[in-house]
């Protein structure tokens, strides 16, 4: 039985867990997921979702709790990690003038740069159909909260999605970044694609 965790820090912790639940149930896996609050959960994981939520605050609690050299470990061990809205503003390894200005803590383990709030603040949110094709021909209806996106990338990393010109989806190896928040609707598709690779 494989071991799914979701980073339980402060975010959409409770939509993931029911969009991993869905997942796993179409794909007929058997597994547990676990609701990561401490590293003595994070050692034996075969994936870890860092959800959207406040990127600052999760990121200090990250720090305060340790948790920053555990995660590491996991991305260095080819462990799957899906950073989604605020967890991929933190799994990039270079920020902003914003993310620079409030000293957020960063992972850096994707070779990326990125820009907070990039399409606007909470009264610009909006939700659109992407064309993601690692997922086929039919459209992803995504929703975007306060979204990032991804300014520059380096050679490893492989963009799977754009909206307005700007990258808001991305693969690097065992890592996946998404600006958006694929826990907020029915299409499982996504989480589907991240349990893919865990290795067997």
């Known amino acids: 039985m494989i071991r799914i965790g979701i980073l339980s820090l402060q975010g959409d912790v409770s939509e993931h867990v029911s969009m991993m639940t869905d997942a796993m149930r ?7 997921i676990i609701e990561v609050k401490d590293r003595k959960w994070i050692k034996n994981l075969d994936a870890l979702v860092i959800p959207g939520g ?18 590491k470990n996991l991305a260095e061990k080819g462990i799957p990690i899906l950073g989604t809205c605020a ?17 957020q803590p960063l992972l850096r383990l994707m070779d990326m740069k990125v820009k907070r709030n990039a399409f606007g603040r909470q009264r610009e949110s909006f939700e659109t159909d992407l064309e993601i094709p690692i997922l ?12 990032p996106a991804i300014e520059k990338i380096g050679k490893g990393v492989r963009v799977l999605a754009k ?18 928040h694929p826990e907020l609707g029915n299409d499982t598709r996504l989480h589907e694609y991240f349990l893919r690779l865990i290795k067997n």
């Not at 179409?26 to 547990?32: A, D, H, K, S, V």
């Not at 609690?61 to 995660?71: A, R, T």
């Not at 086929?136 to 979204?147: L, S």
Request: hydrophobic share 40%; glycine share 10%; net charge negative.
């Open 163 to 180: 909206y307005d010109n700007r990258i808001v989806a991305a693969q690097q190896d065992n890592l996946l970044a998404l600006a958006f």
């Open 26 to 32: 179409n794909m007929e896996i058997r597994g547990n």
């Open 87 to 103: 967890g991929l503003i933190l799994l990039a390894n270079e920020g902003d003038k914003d993310i620079e200005r409030t000293k």
């Open 136 to 147: 086929g021909n039919e459209r992803y209806h995504a929703v975007f909260i306060r979204a």
């Open 54 to 71: 406040e990127s600052t605050t999760i990121g200090k609690l990250i720090s305060m709790y340790g948790l920053d050299g555990e995660i």
